[in-house]
């Protein structure tokens, strides 16, 4: 639907800002580095950059390579560019495109890659247009996060949502699943299992086709340089919970006159003190026992050459 932006009901420039910084971190990107061999690789191009975390992250590993990152949202374009100047980045630029329309010609790149997106399009036309801007021997490689695969481990000291906030929360959940606009937009839509990743790559048209892995470490403790940026992902989470329910109400009572929001100002301060509040006493506690987190995602490679 024309009025519907993934940074409007999906997820904010702030949150992925937020989420990906702690995802990717200097030591995650230079791995990925390797993993692709993307020093000195000419032109490499992100399809659906989103805030253009990683193409940053990655340009500023690789001055010598140029970087293109593509979204279909304005608005998450707008915040790469402006990061990437803030940030003295010259060897890269962000545009406005569409993943399965790529405006650009034959043979512009030699590598393209995306990141949690795939799962979003129809996978073989996804892949062949990627393969349509790439030289000959040029790469394609497709980054997928697998939640149920990941590790949560988490000491029993550490302070739990309270009866209320859970309360609250469960409201402004039930808002988005009843009016939920995913369908529209096409949320994982297309989600392959890992198995199928390989297959649709080799439809696709691609060669050599291989899988790699990694594990993507966010955790919390007293010595760990990451803490901060993991903690205020974790806060970051239900706000964005209640801005996108409060969102999509705003955009039912115009469609529905009369219809009451349920998430009210009231309730967003309500459940926002609430969060503040329990995330304050995690922040303590790094003061003092140090108890750990450890949250370990795993992030699914695959990747075909032209």
């Known amino acids: 639907m024309p009025d519907i932006r993934w940074s409007q009901y999906v997820q904010s420039t702030g949150l992925m800002e937020t989420s990906r910084r702690a995802r990717f971190t200097p030591r995650i990107t230079a791995r990925l580095i390797d993993m692709f061999s993307l020093r000195g690789a000419g032109r490499v191009l992100e399809v659906g950059c989103g805030v253009g975390i990683l193409t940053r992250a990655l340009a500023a590993s690789c001055?010598?390579?140029?970087?293109?990152?593509?979204?279909?949202?304005?608005?998450?374009?707008?915040?790469?560019?402006?990061?990437?100047?803030?940030?003295g980045l010259n060897n890269v630029q962000f545009i406005v495109g569409d993943a399965l329309h790529l405006p650009f010609g034959e043979e512009a790149f030699d590598y393209a890659l995306s990141y949690t997106l795939m799962e979003h399009l129809p996978p073989v036309p996804f892949l062949s247009e990627q393969k349509r801007v790439l030289r000959p021997g040029g790469t394609v490689a497709a980054l997928s996060m697998f939640p149920q695969s990941a590790l949560h481990s988490v000491p029993d000291n550490i302070p739990g949502p309270s009866a209320r906030e859970q309360e609250l929360l469960a409201l402004v959940k039930s808002v988005i699943a009843s009016l939920n606009v995913d369908a529209d937009i096409g949320v994982a839509k297309w989600a392959l299992k890992p198995y199928e990743m390989p297959?649709?790559?080799?439809?696709a048209g691609l060669q050599e086709v291989r899988v790699d892995a990694m594990a993507i470490p966010e955790c919390v403790g007293k010595y760990n340089e990451e803490s901060l940026r993991v903690l205020a992902m974790l806060t970051a989470y239900p706000r964005e919970q209640v801005r996108i329910a409060m969102a999509l109400e705003q955009r039912h009572a115009k469609q529905?006159?009369?219809?009451?929001?349920?998430?009210?100002?009231?309730?967003?301060?309500?459940?926002?003190?609430?969060?503040?509040e329990r995330m304050k006493q995690r922040i303590e506690m790094r003061t003092g026992a140090a108890p750990w987190e450890v949250h370990v995602g795993m992030m699914l490679a695959v990747i075909g050459r032209t």
């Open 256 to 276: 529905n006159p009369g219809y009451a929001s349920l998430v009210t100002k009231a309730v967003q301060e309500e459940l926002l003190s609430l969060v503040d």
């Open 63 to 87: 001055p010598d390579t140029s970087f293109v990152g593509l979204d279909r949202d304005a608005d998450f374009i707008t915040a790469a560019t402006r990061s990437a100047a803030n940030e």
């Open 199 to 203: 297959g649709a790559f080799e439809e």
